[in-house]
Structures are given as structure tokens and as C-alpha cells.
């Protein structure tokens, strides 16, 4: 079984920066999908950042483009995000998620069926 845990969030001014991490373990020696999402009050959760851990090679949706890094450290069986620049509307739980899946990763949150409880990101204007 497969169960991110993350860390990492707290409430930060805008301009600041945040790193977080999701600890995953992931059995076998299967390839593996890994995603930060985010999700705002009253909004869908969406996409940030996508890295496959086999080759590390890594997607950004739209929230994640720009001003986030996503990278892992397989030894550790851990995946960052490290957030720079940020704004208000940055401001959302943000998850992270498994899939036991081959590149290419997708965003679709349907396709990943391991969440961890999410860690809150806030940003002050």
C-alpha cells in the first residue's frame, strides 16, 4: 500500500518561497508517477507539477509553471516542490499523489488512486 504523507506548508508573504515533500513509499520495482495537485476553497484541484521516478522526467500544469521545481530523491523515496515567487492565489491545500503507472503521467486526478491528506500553503498579500 501505497500512502504519501506531506510536509512542508505553512503561511508565508507573498514574494516568499516554500519547499515541500511527500515521503511515498512504492513497493516493487515498478515505475511510478508522482503529482502535486492543489486545491483552493470552491475551486476543482488541479495539477501543479508531475515527475516519473524511473527517469525523473517531469510535466508542470499550468499552476506549476514557471515558479515551481518538482524533483525527488529516490533514496529517500521522497518528492519536493519547491515553490518560489509566491502570490495569494497560490494560496490552496496542496496533495500529493501516487500512480503505479509508466510515462507518460498525465494530470487527470482521476489517475492517480494514492492521496496523501494534504498540506496547507498560505500566502499574505
Known amino acids: 500500500q501505497v500512502q504519501p504523507v506531506e510536509s512542508g506548508g505553512g503561511s508565508v508573504q507573498a514574494g516568499g518561497s516554500l519547499k515541500l515533500s511527500c515521503v511515498a513509499s512504492?513497493?516493487?520495482?515498478?515505475?511510478?508517477?508522482m503529482g502535486w495537485f492543489r486545491q483552493a476553497p470552491g475551486r476543482e484541484r488541479e495539477a501543479v507539477a508531475t515527475?516519473?521516478?524511473?527517469?525523473?522526467?517531469?510535466y508542470y500544469g499550468d499552476a506549476g509553471k514557471g515558479r515551481f521545481t518538482i524533483s525527488q530523491d529516490n533514496s529517500v523515496n521522497t518528492v519536493y516542490l519547491h515553490m518560489d515567487s509566491l502570490k495569494p492565489e497560490d494560496s490552496a491545500m496542496y496533495y500529493c499523489a501516487a500512480a503505479p503507472r509508466v510515462w507518460p503521467c498525465g494530470t487527470e486526478v482521476s489517475g492517480y488512486p494514492y492521496w496523501g491528506q494534504g498540506t496547507q500553503v498560505t500566502v499574505s498579500s
Open positions: 515527475i516519473y521516478s524511473h527517469t525523473g522526467t517531469t
Open positions: 512504492r513497493p516493487g520495482y515498478s515505475g511510478y508517477c
